[in-house]
């Protein structure tokens, strides 16, 4: 089992001793949300981070031609490392095994990036439809999740 906040390091299934390049699993950064600057959390490929109001702690309901839009944060190859560099992420992240892999989770919201973000620290995917929002480092957990039962299936 891999459970980690996302402010302790992150290197599950990593041998100590290779020599791996490392992949910081969630940064706080600063972000354009709606015109606005906010705090946000990006993944490893400077993408910001978001969630599906209509997911659940235990349900991926973003599946299929969805996935296209809204790629999964699946866990890379690399091993994983924290603290996030500029501080400010104080959820857990765990990982779910679905249908495009082990997806991320924080706070039990399981983790997407949006394919209209075409550079860094933009989040032009907030808000959409109605029920994808930007992940920051303080969002609320998800319904019916609590660290203490946080559990990782990958």
């Not at 891999?2 to 699993?25: E, F, M, N, R, Y």
């Not at 109001?53 to 490392?81: E, F, H, K, N």
């Amino acid at each position: 089992m891999c459970v980690a906040a996302a402010t302790i390091a992150v290197a599950c299934g990593h041998s100590p001793g290779t020599t791996s390049p490392t992949i910081l699993a969630l940064q706080p950064v600063t972000a354009v949300v709606s015109g606005t600057s906010e705090t946000v959390l990006e993944g490893d490929l400077e993408r910001t981070l978001y969630y599906s109001s209509s997911d659940t702690a235990t349900t991926v309901t973003c599946t299929g031609v969805c996935t296209q839009t809204w790629m999964p944060y699946v866990r890379p190859v690399a091993p994983l490392i924290g603290p996030p560099a500029n501080g400010g992420a104080s959820g857990t992240l765990t990982w779910v095994r679905g249908s495009s892999g082990c997806q991320a989770q924080y706070n039990g919201h399981p983790l997407y990036t949006y394919a209209g973000d075409v550079r860094p620290n933009v989040a032009s995917g907030d808000g959409l439809e109605g029920t994808w929002f930007v992940v920051t480092p303080d969002v609320a957990p998800a319904s019916g999740w609590s660290p203490s039962r946080a559990r990782s299936s990958c």
